[in-house]
Nanobody, 125 residues
Framework: QVQLVESGGGLVQAGDSLRLSCSAS????????VGWFRQAPGKEREFVAA????????LYADSVKGRFGISKGNAGTLVFLQMSDLKPEDTAVYYC??????????????????WGQGTQVTVSS
């Protein structure tokens, strides 16, 4: 059974950086795209970033472009999400998920079939 586990969240101040990790087990992931989503209290889950497992074709939400970077992981880690210049509005639970759909659908939350349990990121002002 495929399982995803996020880690690296925490409490930081505005302007700080964090690196989230998405680790995977129970399958072979070479044909997958890995996406990051986030959900703030009282809001819907939203797309943050995604890329192919191979590390190609990164895609970002406009709200994080230039501040966040998604990169290929190593060993048991699928991808990293490097978050810089964090803002209070980045506060949310961050989830990683996998899909096999084409790039034009990567922002669509419904296209992702396996999700991690999430990791909390809190940015204080």
């Amino acid at each position: 059974q495929v399982q995803l586990v996020e880690s690296g969240g925490g409490l930081v101040q505005a302007g700080d950086s964090l690196r989230l990790s998405c680790s995977a087990s129970g399958g072979t992931f070479t044909s997958y795209t890995v996406g990051w989503f986030r959900q703030a209290p009282g809001k819907e889950r939203e797309f943050v970033a995604a890329q192919r497992w191979s590390g190609t074709y990164p895609l970002y939400a406009d709200s994080v472009k230039g501040r966040f970077g998604i990169s290929k992981g190593n060993a048991g880690t699928l991808v990293f999400l490097q978050m810089s210049d964090l803002k209070p509005e980045d506060t949310a639970v961050y989830y990683c998920a996998i899909t096999r759909v084409v790039r034009s659908s990567w922002r669509d939350i419904g296209q992702y079939g396996v999700w991690g349990q999430g990791t909390q990121v809190t940015v204080s002002s």
